[in-house]
């Protein structure tokens, strides 16, 4: 437990200091991981409604 609230923490920290040094790239990032999300819950959404 402490070792994922540890990644958990440097998850964030990696990504918050991403976005302060380079923020044209960070946004990118955001918006493709975020349309791979969305991507991602629509698929989900039509396997569930399949069955």
């Known amino acids: 437990m402490f070792l994922r609230r540890c990644a958990f923490a440097c998850f964030w920290i990696v990504l918050g200091l ?3 040094r380079q923020p044209e790239n960070a ?3 955001v918006r493709a991981i ?3 999300l969305a ?3 629509d698929a989900l959404a039509r396997f569930t409604t399949a069955f």
Do not use: D, E, P, T
Request: charged share 0%.
């Open 27 to 29: 946004a990118h990032a």
């Open 34 to 36: 975020v349309g791979g």
């Open 39 to 41: 991507l991602l819950a």
């Open 18 to 20: 991403f976005l302060v």
